[in-house]
């Protein structure tokens, strides 16, 4: 091979920072981006574990908080599903998981618009801003945070039995569009950059599946949040200069609106539409991460990587055509039924598959029990947990009796709470030390695990039992003696107050986490370059943590895919992907 | 080990759970044992694929784990083995869709021999429209609605005339009789919702939505709104008596009819025409019933003079003061019973003295009053 030609990208002079504002605040450095993506995330994602540890309050013993009506619990839900589905889990794993292996693991220098992508960061802020801005707003006026629940349905989202109808939903509304704006450079810079600028020898079927994860749930993202953005701005229209594209004639609280001629099921569609891919948005790069997490800490090569890809891949078209399997009782045409139960248990194939190869990965492997290994194999158990309760919700007959119960609350949230979120701890556990150039704490991390595993699982699986009972969601009070019927027995009531427990444990176990993620990064013991033993790109950097422009002047070739573990005739248990083969075959 | 015993502890305990927790589907008490029938094939199928991965997975991990050295089996691929898992997932999905699908279509065609219930949703409460002996529904819209007609029914329609007007939260509805459910909504989504009877559908102002079932046990239940309808969801609550024949019949010879209601309005003075006006453009009656029925808040029917009980064991007579106060500052005095929910209101003097008025004009004869219902 001719050694002299070097490719032009190689030999542009990369804009090195020169001030300090420059290298940590303005970054154009994807892995700086990434840590601002990552700690922002976190920081609203704890203001929804406050929120849930009041909702969960209430619901087991109701009255014992002070000021918390049904007003301020319909804001709890909604301002924690919002946080939790959009602000902490899509910015989490794109904007933090995204920028951080995109560039790394395809071994390009950066992202291909860096500038872009630091916009998308601040842009980002300036939406996470907007939607808390709520909360000390409430103490000086009258603004009450949105109430209508995360779907947002109107009409009663902008009406006055739901608190925050005047200005709050405004807010949130306002948040979520310029979020969107936030999601498209950030998702623009993934797809070029994977796209263009993979290395030498970096073939698409040689991608690790993280990088796979992430490429097609950004395509499902540029297809699917441009409906929530048109979704938005026509409520705000709605709500802000009196059209009618979501409201119909109606009496609201006895007085009649100008309202008239509009179709509340047109946001429903409009919604679902970004919904239900956004879920497979979260989904996928938490199976990409997993994947690689287990192979490499099992030592062994995913099990059928072209299926995991075109799994990947079918998951994804299919997540287009499942929309309105969240509308099976919303009044829509009931021949719908049919079709879109259909393509929703068709998905079951393709996801099923990723199931058993994940599974099938662990046999005859080398399995080392690390902290990022525990949270991918729990992963994988509260996926199937997840997984299998979505084939009752998704078959449209059963979902008739359990819609709108805590059966559905407890199959969204462990299969789009629980198991990212398992996926995202295990990311950080994992890619820390590349990161920081220092070990996260061992012990600790694995107490952590135990608490989050367990405690989810214990706080998730016994709720669906209460949407069989009957229990609806969203209901300030589902307590004995308040206004719930007589049918609620009261040892579902002592099962409410388990779950509570349960909750409050987990949340104060978070603390360790955030300890060690402090404390490690100051005291932690040194990582060397490729401490897991694994094969990635990002794992090849001449410098742990990578420097700005991640690789020396050549950038690295890349001669395999990313799992050769245990291949045979080599002196390793691993063989990176920049390994030359060797000459003869 | 450890890790291994407690992937095995969550498989095997989830199963018990299962087993011996009492919590499950209430009794039915409607026609839709076949969507029983297809959670129980779903149940049965997910299940064993559950405890299968759940198991191998703790099992491998028991196995397999880690010693220095040794090197796992490089297997990239198993195309066979790949194939057949495809299959058997796809035989399994058929067979718990299918039934679905069969269920689904049952659920979707309203057999011809149904009777119609139209019910009616809004913040929050339910009402009810029967459609008399002609069996046809007057047309109604929300574009129609006033307070003497509460459900939108249009003016000089002769189809509207014998429909049965029931303003009451309590529907009754006889036994093995085949109903299809049409459903509207004055204001938000809604969803009408007997647990028992399995089926349910959202309400949606500006269309009619509907579901069908036919009931087969005899018994009170709940009617409960599941979908988020605002600050009173959780508190909108009707009910559906199941009851014989006969009974049904009787209940139903106490019903007006439209054009009955139409005849027997009460008419008002002006002033209370006026205090009327003022609580319905505030949402008061969101909260508070006008026929004896207890919801958030205490009705309105009768309340004008009475001795009330306040949930600090005094009692007192409503009167000015005490209707000013409760509109201005609602938690200083709370009646028994209920909790501190409503919001504070700035009325004008005039606007208050206008609301005793109506006020006044709620007090009804003792045999007029419906009997409370007993809300538990």
């Given amino acids: 091979m001719a050694t002299a030609e070097i490719p032009y990208q190689e030999t542009v002079p990369l804009h090195h920072p020169k001030t300090w504002l420059g290298k940590y605040v303005f970054s154009q450095d994807h892995k700086v981006i990434a840590v601002q993506y990552g700690i922002t995330a976190m920081a609203v994602g704890l203001v929804a574990l406050v929120l849930s540890w009041l909702m969960r309050i209430q619901l087991a013993f109701p009255g014992l908080l002070e000021g918390f009506g049904p007003d301020e619990y319909l804001s709890a839900i909604t301002m924690h599903g919002m946080i939790m589905v959009i602000y902490l889990l899509t910015a989490f794993l794109l904007g933090a998981f995204g920028n951080f292996c995109v560039p790394l693991m395809c071994g390009a220098r950066d992202m291909v618009f860096p500038f872009v992508n630091m916009l998308s960061y601040w842009v980002y802020l300036i939406s996470v801003i907007l939607l808390l801005v709520v909360y000390p707003l409430m103490l000086f006026t009258d603004v009450a945070p949105t109430g209508a629940g995360w779907t947002l349905y109107p009409p009663q989202t902008i009406t006055a039995g739901t608190p925050g109808a005047d200005w709050g939903i405004v807010l949130m509304l306002a948040s979520l569009a310029i979020f969107i704006v936030a999601f498209t450079m950030g998702g623009l810079n993934y797809i070029t950059t994977i796209l263009q600028a993979r290395t030498r020898g970096m073939t698409l079927m040689r991608m690790p599946l993280t990088v796979w994860g992430i490429f097609i749930a950004t395509f499902l993202g540029l297809i699917a949040f441009p409906a929530l953005f048109v979704s938005a701005v026509m409520m705000l229209l709605d709500r802000l200069i009196g059209t009618s594209f979501f409201m119909p004639a109606i009496v609201s609280l006895g007085q009649k609106l100008e309202y008239s001629g509009g179709q509340p099921l047109l946001f429903q569609h409009l919604f679902w539409f970004f919904g239900h891919p956004e879920v497979y948005i979260v989904a996928l790069p938490a199976f990409g991460v997993v994947s690689d997490l287990i192979s490499v800490h099992a030592r062994k090569n995913i099990f059928g990587y072209r299926m995991m890809v075109w799994a990947i891949v079918a998951i994804g078209i299919l997540s287009l055509i499942v929309w309105a399997h969240h509308m099976y009782v919303a009044g829509m045409h009931p021949y719908f039924g049919f079709f879109f139960a259909t393509t929703t248990l068709i998905i079951a194939v393709p996801t099923a598959i990723k199931v058993y190869n994940w599974t099938l990965t662990l046999w005859r492997a080398n399995i080392k029990l690390t902290v990022p290994m525990l949270f991918a194999l729990s992963f994988v158990l509260t996926f199937i947990m997840g997984g299998i309760t979505g084939l009752f919700l998704g078959n449209v007959i059963i979902d008739i009796p359990l819609s709108d119960t805590y059966f559905v609350v407890a199959h969204f949230h462990m299969v789009m709470g629980v198991s990212p979120i398992l996926a995202i701890f295990g990311g950080i556990y994992h890619w820390y030390p590349k990161l920081t150039g220092r070990m996260l704490n061992d012990t600790v991390g694995k107490i952590h695990f135990y608490f989050t595993f367990i405690g989810t699982y214990v706080i998730y699986f016994p709720m669906h039992y209460l949407g069989f009972v009957g229990v609806p969601r969203r209901y300030y009070e589902t307590a004995l003696g308040g206004t719930f019927p007589d049918f609620y027995p009261p040892s579902a009531h002592y099962l409410n107050i388990f779950i509570t427990i349960a909750a409050l444990v987990v949340g104060i176990a978070q603390l360790l986490f955030i300890y060690n993620l402090v404390h490690s990064y100051f005291k932690g013991e040194k990582a060397s370059d490729n401490p897991w033993g694994a094969n990635s790109l990002e794992w090849r950097t001449p410098q742990t943590p990578p420097s700005h422009g991640n690789w020396d002047e050549r950038l690295p070739t890349v001669h395999r895919w990313a799992y050769d573990f245990g291949v045979p005739g080599h002196d390793t248990d691993h063989v990176p992907q920049d390994v030359p083969r060797k000459e003869s075959a | ?376």
């Fill in chain 2, 1 to 376: 080990m450890l890790v291994a015993l407690i992937l095995l502890a969550v498989v095997l305990g989830s199963v018990a759970f299962n087993f011996l927790s009492p919590w499950t589907f209430l009794e039915l008490g409607s026609n839709w044992a076949l969507i029983d029938f297809t959670v129980l094939v779903t149940f049965v199928i997910c299940g064993v694929a559950f405890v299968i991965l759940g198991v191998y997975m703790a099992w491998w991990v028991y196995k397999y784990k880690y010693v220095p050295g040794r090197l796992s089996e490089y297997e990239p691929e198993n195309p066979k083995l790949e194939a057949r898992l495809t299959i058997v997932t796809t035989i399994g999905v058929v067979v718990m869709l299918a039934p679905g699908l069969v269920a689904w279509d049952q659920y979707v065609r309203v057999p011809p021999d149904a009777t119609e219930l139209e019910v009616n949703s809004e913040q929050w409460k339910w009402s009810y429209r029967l459609p008399g002996e002609d069996g046809i529904f007057g047309h109604a819209h929300n574009k129609y609605i006033t307070f003497e007609n509460p459900m939108g029914i249009m003016e000089g329609d002769p189809y509207a005339e014998d429909d049965i007007i029931i303003t009451s939260q309590t529907v009754k509805i006889p036994i093995d009789r085949k109903v299809k459910v049409l459903l509207r909504s004055k204001d938000v989504l809604h969803d009408f919702w007997v647990p028992e009877i399995r089926a349910k559908m959202d309400s949606v102002p500006g269309m009619v939505t509907y579901f069908w079932f036919q009931p087969t046990l005899l018994g009170e239940f709940d009617i409960l709104c599941a979908e988020l309808c605002g600050r009173g969801h959780h508190t909108m609550r009707g009910e559906m008596h199941v009851v014989s024949l006969d009974e049904y019949e009787t209940w139903l010879d106490a019903q007006v009819t439209w054009a009955e209601m139409k005849a027997g309005a009460i008419p008002l003075s002006p002033e209370a025409m006026q205090g009327r006006s003022v609580a319905e453009s505030n949402g008061c009656f969101a909260c508070h019933s006008l026929d004896g029925t207890r919801m958030v808040g205490p009705t309105w029917t009768n309340l004008w003079g009475s001795t009330v009980q306040m949930d600090d064991g005094t009692s007192l007579v409503v009167d000015e003061a005490y209707v000013r106060e409760s509109i201005a500052e609602p938690g200083a005095k709370i009646r028994e019973g209920y909790s501190s929910e409503m919001t504070p209101y700035e009325f004008s003097d005039e606007d208050i003295a206008s609301v005793i008025d109506f006020l006044k004009s709620q007090i009804q004869e003792e045999e007029q009053v419906e009997q409370p219902e007993s809300v538990e």
